[in-house]
């Protein structure tokens, strides 16, 4: 897409990125996760990436990040990609994951994994048309401290 840009997220995205992560079912104030975004923002092992509309507006964001597991070595997991639902069916989020997929390749990385939510049926087909592979299915457990 010619009229689109991808960026690394900076602070004064926060709001809309916030908007974004309410679309993905993590409502969020802006300050919160601005602060998290701030965070992120300093760490050399993640990479938060915005999709820019040629108006200025963020469309999309995608949060990507080196991990290294004692099991299977170093890989890139996207850990979060939404895009605007008034934008989607455009090309941004293969934008997005084509520029993360660059920024592994850059550090060396030879694998990339991405979670999908088994509820989010419309996710599957486009991971697979970008080459991506059902690996496994599991549960997620959570606990509060």
Known sequence: MSELAIRRAAERDAPRLADLSGVLGYPSAAAELGARLERLLASSQDLVLVAESATGQVVGWLHGAEQELLESGRRCE????????????????????????????????????????????????????????????????????
Request: charged share 30%; proline share 3%.
């Open 78 to 145: 996207i850990l979060g990609l939404v895009i605007d639902p008034e934008h989607r069916g455009r090309g941004i989020g293969r934008c997005l994951v084509s520029a993360v997929e660059a920024w592994a390749r850059g550090r060396g990385l030879e694998q990339m994994t991405v979670r999908s939510n088994v509820a989010r049926t419309e996710s599957h087909p486009f991971y697979e048309r970008l080459g991506y592979a059902r690996a496994k299915t599991q549960h997620a457990y959570r606990k509060r401290l």
